[in-house]
């Protein structure tokens, strides 16, 4: 990787309403950073929560959990 780019990863899924472990997040943002820096290091949803025609089968609550839940692992994973 560049030094000057940032990796993000999709680790939270869009397609289905469970709740991904903190640690489900963590993992692969610590094995990435085996090779890349963590403060080059991002994570995301996959994709957006509305990726198909149809939608996914996630409400607005379930929306609300993952992303508090990504919010939860970033403060663990890179704290202030």
């Known amino acids: 990787m560049p030094?000057?780019?940032?990796?993000v990863l999709?680790?939270?899924?869009?397609?289905?309403?469970?709740?991904?472990?903190?640690e489900e997040l963590a993992g692969p943002v610590r094995e990435a950073a085996q090779y890349v820096p963590?403060?080059?290091?991002?994570?995301?949803p996959q994709c957006g929560?509305?990726?198909?025609?149809l939608?996914?089968?996630?409400?607005p609550?379930?929306?609300?959990q993952k992303l508090d839940r990504l919010v939860e692992a970033?403060?663990?994973?890179?704290?202030a």
């Open 10 to 22: 999709g680790l939270v899924t869009s397609k289905n309403p469970r709740l991904e472990s903190l």
């Open 61 to 64: 609550d379930d929306q609300r």
């Open 74 to 79: 970033a403060t663990a994973i890179w704290p």
């Open 38 to 44: 963590l403060e080059r290091l991002a994570m995301s």
């Open 3 to 7: 030094d000057d780019k940032v990796v």
């Open 49 to 53: 929560f509305a990726s198909s025609i």
């Open 55 to 59: 939608g996914n089968a996630l409400g």
